[in-house]
């Protein structure tokens, strides 16, 4: 199993970005997947979440602002954030659950700029 998350960056305050989790070892249809974010001195945070019926949850934090999909063919899934602000900034995970273990990438890191 390998996560590889992209697509991160320095942006203003107000912008969007898409980050990409590229998936190998599994296929992204078949588990339930997330993006969760860290920030420095701060606990991780749940944003997304994906079924495998792709069903969707979101954060509180995110809600409105945020977008997860999938592209099966891709075996990617993908985080849309809009609007972002200078508390957005953080490294920003993805994860799959398979048979109880969680599986991680090494994360993109993405900071707002004021």
């Known amino acids: 199993v390998q996560l590889v998350e992209s697509g991160g960056g320095l942006v203003q305050t107000g912008g969007s970005l898409r980050l990409s989790c590229a998936a190998s070892?599994?296929?992204?249809?078949?588990?339930?997947m997330s993006w969760v974010r860290q920030a420095p001195g701060k606990e991780r945070e749940l944003l997304a979440t994906?079924?495998?019926?792709?069903?969707?949850g979101y954060g509180e934090s995110v809600k409105g602002r945020c977008t997860i999909s999938r592209d099966n063919a891709k075996n990617t899934i993908y985080l849309q954030i809009n609007s972002l602000k200078p508390e957005d900034t953080a490294v920003y995970y993805c994860?799959?659950?398979?048979?109880?273990?969680?599986?991680w990438g090494r994360g993109t890191q993405v900071t707002v700029s004021t």
């Open positions: 994860n799959v659950l398979i048979d109880g273990d969680f599986h």
């Open positions: 994906i079924l495998s019926s792709t069903r969707t």
């Open positions: 070892g599994f296929a992204v249809s078949t588990y339930a």
